[in-house]
C-alpha cells in the first residue's frame, strides 16, 4: 500500500514496558509475537522513514474509564487495543487512589470550624504543635533527605496526600542550592517547563528564572505548601531493621543529634549531584584554586588571572533550543494548542525510552540546519562538535549520562570568536603554574576549572546508607543504552529513578524541575499506597548490573 505523506498521519500509542521489555510481567504472551514481527526495530524504522517523507507523526494521549469501557470487543489485554487502532504507543498511568484522593476542589479542606469554641485550635497554632512534635514524639511516615526542587516537590505531593513527611536539608534555607551558586545563573529551561507542582508561576512569570528569584519561589513555596522542612539539618547515617521495617536515620539539626524511625527513606540528593575531578598528577603541587564547575563561584574573584577550564561538550543555542525543541509542549504556543502542563508531560512521558533518540534526531537535525553559520564558526575555531554518539543531542545525553551539553546562552561566541581560547589534548599533569597536556603544550594557570561532569547518586548516598547498601541499590540514572557514562544493558526506565529500590523502603527521587513535577506524582502514590497497607506487589524489580 502507498500512503501520500501529505494526507498521511501516524498515530503513535506507547508500548508498555509489561509487555515489550524482557522481564516484563507480561512479555512472556508477546514475547514470540514480538521476535517474529520485529516489531521494536520496525517502529523506529516506520518513524524514520515516515519523517523523512514528511508524514505527520502524532502523540496522542488517551484516557481509559474503569473497566476499559471504550474497548467494546474483547480485547486481548491493552494489546488488542493498540493492534485494532493500528496504534504503536500507549502509556497508562495511575494518576490517584481511590479512596485516597487529594482534597482538592470539591474535597478541599474548609480551613476554619465555624462557631464559638473555648476549645478552638487556630491553623498557626495546629502548624506549630505539629512542627514540635513530628520526629519527636511523633514518627513521619517518610523522610526525604535533600531539600532542592526535588524533595520540596515530593514534600508537596506527600502532603496532600497525608503522609507525615519531614525534609532534611543541609543548607539553611529552601533555595539555598541555587542561591549558592555562580552569580549570573538562571535557569535554562523556560517558565513553562518549570511549574512545580500545585502552584504554577504566574503569567507575567520571567521565562528564565534568575537563580536567587528561584530560590525564593522555593522558599515561599516551602512555606505556604505547609512542609515539614529542616533546614541546616546533615543527614549523618541510615541503616534498615528489617524486622520492624523501619529506618534509624541519624541527622544533625543544627548542632543537635536527632534520631528519625521513618518506615520510607527518599534520597532527593540531585541526580547529577556526584561531582566528577580527575586525578592528575601533580594536582597537589598547583598554587592557584581549581574546582569542579558544580562549585565555581563566579568570575570576580578572577578578575585578570588566566583560567583553563577542562572539558568540553555538546553545545546548543538556548534562542534555538526554545523554538524547536520544547516549543511544542511547554511554550505560549503548546498552551494555546491546548497543551497544558500535565499533558505536556504525559505527552513526553508516553515516548518510550528505547525509540526516543528516533525524535530527538530530527530536532538536532534541524538544530544544526538553523545554526550552521554559528557551528561553522566553532569548528573554524578549533571546537570539535559533539552532536551525541548518535546525534540525538541534548535530551538524551541527559537521560544517559546526565552531563556533556551546555545550553548556550552566550559562552560560546566568545569560543567562535577567539576570546576563549581552544586547545586539544589529553591532560597529563599539573604543575605549580600549568596545565600539561599530552603532546607537550603548557597553558600557564592561576585557576583550573573541572567541566568534568558527574557520577551516580549512589556514590553519594553512600556516605548516609553505607557502602554495601548503596552497592546493592546500584547506579542511579541512565538508560543502559552502551553510550559513553551509559554502560548496558537496556533497562527501559532510568536506573532507581521514582520506584522500588532493590532496598525496600528506599526510593531514590530528583531530576530536572519537569520531570520532578510529574514523577514526584508516580512516586508519593506508591509511598501513600504503602502508608495504607494496599497490596504493592513488585512483578519485577530491577537487575543491578552497576555500582557507579
Ligand atoms: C547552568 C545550569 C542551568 C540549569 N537550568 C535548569 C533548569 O532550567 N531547569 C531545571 O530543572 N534544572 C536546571 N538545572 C539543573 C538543576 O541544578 C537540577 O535540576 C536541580 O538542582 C536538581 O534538583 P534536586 O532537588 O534533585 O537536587 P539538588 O538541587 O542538588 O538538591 C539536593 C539537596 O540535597 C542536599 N543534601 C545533600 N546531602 C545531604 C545530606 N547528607 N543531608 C542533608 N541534605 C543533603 C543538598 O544540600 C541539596 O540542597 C541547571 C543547572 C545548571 C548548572
Redesign the pocket.
Known amino acids: 500500500m502507498t500512503l501520500d505523506p501529505k494526507t498521511t498521519a501516524i498515530l503513535l500509542i506507547e508500548y508498555q514496558n509489561e509487555f515489550t521489555t524482557k522481564g516484563g510481567v507480561l512479555h512472556d504472551a508477546v514475547a514470540g509475537v514480538m521476535d517474529e514481527t520485529k516489531i521494536l526495530a520496525n517502529t523506529v524504522n516506520v518513524v524514520a522513514a515516515a519523517r523523512k517523507k514528511g508524514v505527520t507523526i502524532m502523540h496522542a494521549p488517551i484516557t481509559f474509564a474503569e473497566g476499559y469501557g471504550e474497548l467494546t470487543s474483547q480485547p486481548y489485554g491493552i494489546l488488542k487495543g493498540v493492534v485494532d487502532g493500528k496504534a504503536f504507543t500507549l502509556l497508562t498511568t495511575l494518576d490517584e487512589l481511590k479512596g485516597h484522593e487529594e482534597p482538592a476542589r470539591d474535597r478541599r479542606p474548609q480551613g476554619v470550624r465555624h462557631g464559638a469554641y473555648r476549645d478552638r485550635v487556630t491553623w498557626a497554632e495546629s502548624r506549630e504543635q505539629e512542627a514540635a512534635e513530628l520526629g519527636y514524639t511523633v514518627q513521619p511516615e517518610v523522610v526525604i533527605?535533600?531539600?532542592?526542587?526535588?524533595?520540596i516537590a515530593l514534600g508537596a505531593r506527600l502532603r496532600q496526600l497525608g503522609v507525615p513527611t519531614i525534609i532534611?536539608?543541609?543548607?539553611a534555607r529552601p533555595g539555598?542550592?541555587w542561591r549558592k551558586?555562580y552569580k549570573s545563573?538562571a535557569?535554562?529551561?523556560p517558565v513553562w517547563y518549570?511549574h512545580l507542582p500545585y502552584i504554577p508561576f504566574p503569567e507575567n512569570w520571567p521565562v528564565f528564572s534568575p537563580k536567587d528569584k528561584i530560590g525564593d519561589w522555593l522558599e515561599m513555596y516551602t512555606k505556604v505548601m505547609e512542609l515539614n522542612y529542616w533546614g541546616s539539618?546533615?543527614?549523618k547515617s541510615a541503616s534498615y531493621d528489617e524486622s520492624s521495617k523501619t529506618w534509624t536515620l541519624v541527622v544533625d539539626r543544627d548542632g543537635e543529634e536527632v534520631t528519625l524511625q521513618p518506615r520510607q527513606l527518599v534520597l532527593?540528593?540531585?541526580?547529577?549531584?556526584l561531582p566528577v575531578v580527575p586525578e592528575i598528577p601533580g594536582a597537589e603541587k598547583f598554587r592557584g584554586a581549581q574546582h569542579h564547575s558544580s562549585a565555581h563561584p563566579g568570575p570576580d574573584e578572577y578578575k585578570g588571572k588566566r583560567a583553563v577550564v577542562i572539558g568540553s561538550t555538546h553545545i546548543v543555542r538556548s534562542d534555538t533550543l526554545m523554538d524547536l525543541g520544547v516549543g511544542d509542549l511547554d511554550a505560549e504556543r503548546a498552551l494555546a494548542a491546548g497543551v497544558t502542563t500535565f499533558k505536556g508531560d504525559t505527552i513526553f512521558a508516553s515516548l518510550p525510552f528505547r525509540i526516543l533518540h528516533t525524535f530527538q534526531i530530527p530536532v538536532y537535525a534541524a538544530i544544526k540546519e538553523r545554526d550552521q553559520d554559528f557551528y561553522d564558526r566553532l569548528e573554524k575555531a578549533g571546537f570539535d562538535i559533539d552532536w551525541g554518539v548518535d546525534d540525538s543531542g541534548l535530551f538524551l545525553k541527559y537521560l544517559r549520562r546526565g552531563s556533556g551539553y551546555y545550553i548556550d546562552v552566550g559562552a560560546s561566541e566568545l569560543v567562535a570568536n577567539g576570546d576563549i581560547k581552544l586547545a586539544k589534548g589529553q591532560v597529563t599533569e599539573l604543575t605549580e603554574d600549568e596545565v600539561v597536556l599530552q603532546d607537550g603544550t603548557r597553558l600557564p594557570a592561576d585557576l583550573v576549572v573541572y567541566a568534568t561532569g558527574y557520577g551516580s547518586m549512589n556514590q553519594?548516598a553512600a556516605?548516609?546508607i553505607g557502602q554495601d547498601v548503596a552497592d546493592k541499590v546500584g547506579k542511579v540514572w541512565g538508560l543502559g543504552s552502551g553510550t559513553p557514562k551509559d554502560p548496558g544493558p537496556w533497562e527501559g526506565e532510568l536506573r532507581n529513578m521514582w520506584k522500588p529500590t532493590a532496598q525496600e523502603g528506599l526510593w531514590i527521587h530528583?531530576?530536572?524541575?519537569?520531570l520532578?513535577r510529574y514523577y514526584s506524582l508516580y512516586l508519593a502514590l506508591q509511598l501513600k499506597a504503602r502508608q495504607e497497607g494496599i497490596p504493592t506487589p513488585v512483578y519485577n524489580q530491577a537487575e543491578v548490573h552497576h555500582t557507579e
Open positions: 533527605v535533600g531539600g532542592g526542587q526535588g524533595g532534611i536539608e543541609r543548607n539555598d542550592s551558586r545563573l535557569l535554562h529551561d518549570d539539618t546533615t543527614a532527593a540528593l540531585g541526580a547529577s549531584g553519594l556516605d548516609i530528583g531530576g530536572n524541575l519537569a520532578s
